[in-house]
C-alpha cells in the first residue's frame, strides 16, 4: 500500500488534510471521499485543507477542491483552504479559475482560527 498523500489528522472536532505532495486526479478524488466519510465518521464540523506545497491548481483540482467544500457543508462541516502560493493565486486568476464560494487563508494558524470565529467558538481561539 502506497504512503498517503494528504493524510488526514483529527484536532478535537477539526480535521486537517495536509497535502505533502502534488496529487493527480485519482488522488483528489480519493481525499474527496475520505474527508467525507470522516467528517460524518468523526462529527467533524471544521475542515481545513492545506495545499501550501503545491505549485499548481489546475481546473480540475480547483474543481475538486470546491465540491470537497460544497460536500462537507451539506453534511455539516465548515472548509477553509490555506496555503495558496501568491504564484498559484496569479496563474487560477488569470486562468479564470477560482474557488468561488469558499473560505481561504493564508496558513494554517489562520484557517484554525477563521474556523474558530465561524463556528463561534472565538474564546477558545488561539
Known amino acids: 500500500m502506497?504512503?498517503?498523500?494528504?493524510?488526514?489528522l483529527r484536532l478535537g472536532d477539526t480535521l486537517i488534510a495536509s497535502v505533502q505532495e502534488a496529487l493527480i486526479d485519482a488522488d483528489l478524488l480519493g481525499l474527496r471521499d475520505e474527508l467525507v466519510v470522516d467528517v460524518k465518521r468523526y462529527?467533524?464540523?471544521g475542515v481545513?485543507?492545506?495545499?501550501t506545497v503545491l505549485d499548481v491548481l489546475d481546473s480540475f483540482a480547483a474543481r475538486t477542491l470546491r465540491n470537497i467544500v460544497q460536500m462537507t457543508q451539506l453534511i455539516g462541516a465548515k472548509t477553509v483552504i490555506v496555503g495558496i502560493q501568491p504564484d498559484v493565486a496569479f496563474a487560477m486568476v488569470q486562468l479564470g479559475l477560482t474557488l468561488k464560494g469558499t473560505d481561504t487563508a493564508l496558513d494554517l494558524e489562520d484557517g484554525l482560527a477563521r474556523l474558530e470565529v465561524t463556528l463561534g467558538r472565538e474564546?477558545?481561539?488561539r
Open 2 to 8: 502506497s504512503r498517503p498523500r494528504a493524510p488526514i
Open 123 to 125: 474564546g477558545r481561539a
Open 48 to 51: 481545513i485543507i492545506d495545499v
Open 43 to 45: 462529527r467533524a464540523t
